[in-house]
Structures are given as structure tokens and as C-alpha cells.
């Protein structure tokens, strides 16, 4: 039986079993750029320490390079090797890795990750993901994988191998189709220097961490400021505009609904935020698909997951370049 599934153009589609991890790793010891599933949504991954290969990222994505990357590790003992972990960050890898928490931490001179990585900065974002798969291919390849979301650049984040081919086949090299990501957001930014703020919602509630601190973590708002991925005011953008807050649509609009706010695509009926979360890229792809011009959006509550829905939603509705 062959590892791959149907090619889709010049990008293999690779069974998430023993053969498919093997071309997978293969590819990426090889300077290539494969996408493989995680819990928040599919990354795009390439070996960490090989330049020509990060920049591959930036190219099939069409990355702004002052952009940093998300470098993707098994866990703490591999994190240590690359950053200065704290006895804070350490209580936090302790707390919630693997899982959907990235820290962005002092990056060790030596450590031989691609400048292209930090784009710049002395820091490195670095996360141990949950997924199986994932896992897997970390343990197959051997080397931290430096993995922002599979998608061009700016638009929706991919939770699913078709919305991958939909936005890189010919692109990228290949796709572990690990099926849907469970929690369909990005991971939680958090900095810790000099004191733990918050960079990006996602799919860590920043209650949870503030519960395990101890303390209040506050936002980091500087719009000039880019410090780790997902910063940038306009991201995530459908080919639609968005206006969000809507009780109803207006003429002419396609409704995204939300708890008793009825919708043509609905994120969660019940009300659900963990169930939003999920869907919220996934129907994102669907008003693409359905070729929605305007987009009304319900008012979603700015608690727990919400505000990295409303985080998303918010930038998905800024202008645009």
C-alpha cells in the first residue's frame, strides 16, 4: 500500500502512518517544506537551523520577513537547548506543554537556528505541540521544526489538508493529512521578559495561565511593535469584508452567527466558545468558497476563548495592504 494519497499537483499528500512520516522527515532533512497537522491548525514546516529552507517558508507564504517564526520542539529538554528558560517559563512548559502555548524567550547564541527564524529579534517563540502526528514527526526528524500556520500569508489558517492544497499545492512539497485540528486556533503568545505578557490570544485561555501564575497578565498593544508571529493588524483576512458586533445582516451581507444569533454559517448554536473556536477558520474557508463579499459576524463574548476568536476576527476586519 502506497504512503501517499492522490497528489494534488506538484504537492504530495502523505498518510499521517509509519511511510508518510518517513518522506516527511526525508523531505524536511532535505531543506524541503512539508505542513503536517497540530491541535491549533496545520504548520508549515521546515528545518529550523537550514536558512534556505526558512526562507522557503516566507517565499510559498508570501511572509513579510520581518515576521518571526513559531519553532516547533518535543518538549522543555529540547526548548533548553535553544532559549533561556526561566523558572518561570519552566513552571509554564511544566503547566501546559504540549499544548497550545507558545513562549517567547532569549534565544542561546549557538544554538543554530536560522537568523530567518527570530527575523531579527534576540528571542525565539518556541512550543511543544500536542497533536500525535505531530509529535511523531518531531521524534522522526530529529531537529526543531520552525512552523507558522500553512497558509499565504494574511489569509485564513488552515485547519484541515484541503484547506492547505487550497492555498500552497504547487507551493510546499508535501501534507500529512492528520484530518481536522481539534481546537482550530493558533496557539497563545506569551513573552516573559522582564514580566509575562501577553502577545497573541489562542487556544490557551489567558485565565488558565494567570490562574498558574498567580497574577495578572497584562496585553501587549503596541501596534509598531512586532515581537512574535501573529502581530500584525491585518491577518487572517477572508477574501470578504467583515463587520463584526452584527445582531442581523444587512442587504447584500452573508450573517456568521453565534449562540442565539442565527446565521447562514453558524460558529457554535449553543454557544458554545470551545466549539467556535474550532469552527471559526473553518467557516472562514466556507464564505471564501461561497464567494461572500460582505460578511456580518455576531457579537462573540470577550471572555476565556473568546478573545482570541474576537482577536482574529478583529484582524481579519482591518484594512488591508
Given at each position: 500500500m502506497t504512503d501517499l494519497l492522490p497528489d494534488d499537483l506538484a504537492t504530495r499528500r502523505l498518510r499521517p502512518d509509519a511511510g508518510g512520516l518517513r518522506v516527511a522527515a526525508d523531505l524536511l532533512r532535505d531543506g524541503g517544506l512539508v505542513a503536517f497537522p497540530t491541535e491549533t491548525v496545520y504548520g508549515l514546516g521546515a528545518d529550523a537551523g537550514n536558512g534556505r529552507a526558512v526562507a522557503g517558508i516566507y517565499a510559498a507564504k508570501g511572509r513579510p520577513s520581518f515576521n518571526p517564526l513559531i519553532v516547533h520542539v518535543l518538549g522543555s529538554e529540547a526548548a533548553a537547548r535553544l532559549a533561556?528558560?526561566?523558572?518561570?517559563?519552566?513552571?509554564?512548559?511544566?503547566?501546559?506543554?504540549?499544548?497550545?502555548?507558545?513562549?517567547?524567550?532569549?534565544?542561546?547564541?549557538?544554538?543554530?537556528?536560522?537568523?530567518?527564524?527570530?527575523?531579527?529579534?534576540?528571542?525565539?517563540?518556541?512550543?511543544?505541540?500536542?497533536h500525535p502526528v505531530a509529535r511523531a514527526l518531531l521524534e522522526e526528524v530529529g531537529r526543531p521544526l520552525a512552523a507558522p500556520s500553512a497558509n499565504p500569508s494574511g489569509r485564513v489558517s488552515p485547519t484541515t489538508a484541503e484547506h492547505v492544497l487550497g492555498g500552497l499545492s504547487g507551493r510546499i512539497d508535501a501534507v500529512l493529512d492528520g484530518g481536522a485540528c481539534a481546537v482550530g486556533l493558533e496557539s497563545t503568545?506569551?513573552?516573559?521578559?522582564?514580566?509575562?505578557?501577553?502577545?497573541?490570544?489562542?487556544?490557551?485561555?489567558?485565565?488558565a495561565i494567570q490562574e498558574a501564575l498567580g497574577q495578572?497578565?497584562?496585553?501587549?498593544?503596541?501596534?509598531?511593535?512586532?515581537?512574535?508571529?501573529?502581530?500584525?493588524?491585518?491577518?487572517?483576512?477572508?477574501?470578504?469584508?467583515?463587520?463584526?458586533?452584527?445582531?442581523?445582516?444587512?442587504?447584500?451581507?452573508?450573517?456568521?452567527?453565534?449562540?442565539?444569533?442565527?446565521?447562514?454559517?453558524?460558529?457554535?448554536?449553543?454557544?458554545?466558545?470551545?466549539?467556535?473556536?474550532?469552527?471559526?477558520?473553518g467557516c472562514l474557508h466556507r464564505l471564501d468558497a461561497m464567494g461572500a463579499e460582505r460578511i456580518a459576524v455576531a457579537p462573540i463574548p470577550d471572555r476565556g476563548l473568546g478573545r482570541a476568536i474576537n482577536d482574529r476576527l478583529r484582524r481579519a476586519a482591518a484594512p488591508r495592504p
Open positions: 533561556e528558560v526561566s523558572s518561570v517559563a519552566g513552571d509554564l512548559m511544566a503547566a501546559f506543554w504540549p499544548g497550545p502555548l507558545t513562549l517567547v524567550l532569549t534565544a542561546r547564541e549557538g544554538a543554530g537556528l536560522s537568523p530567518l527564524v527570530m527575523a531579527g529579534l534576540p528571542t525565539v517563540a518556541l512550543r511543544a505541540p500536542a503568545i506569551l513573552a516573559l521578559d522582564p514580566a509575562p505578557r501577553l502577545l497573541r490570544a489562542g487556544g490557551l485561555p489567558v485565565e495578572e497578565i497584562a496585553a501587549d498593544t503596541d501596534p509598531a511593535r512586532i515581537a512574535a508571529p501573529g502581530q500584525m493588524a491585518s491577518h487572517y483576512a477572508p477574501r470578504g469584508r467583515l463587520r463584526l458586533g452584527a445582531a442581523r445582516p444587512e442587504a447584500g451581507e452573508v450573517m456568521l452567527g453565534f449562540g442565539p444569533v442565527p446565521g447562514d454559517l453558524t460558529l457554535s448554536a449553543a454557544g458554545d466558545l470551545a466549539e467556535a473556536a474550532a469552527n471559526l477558520f
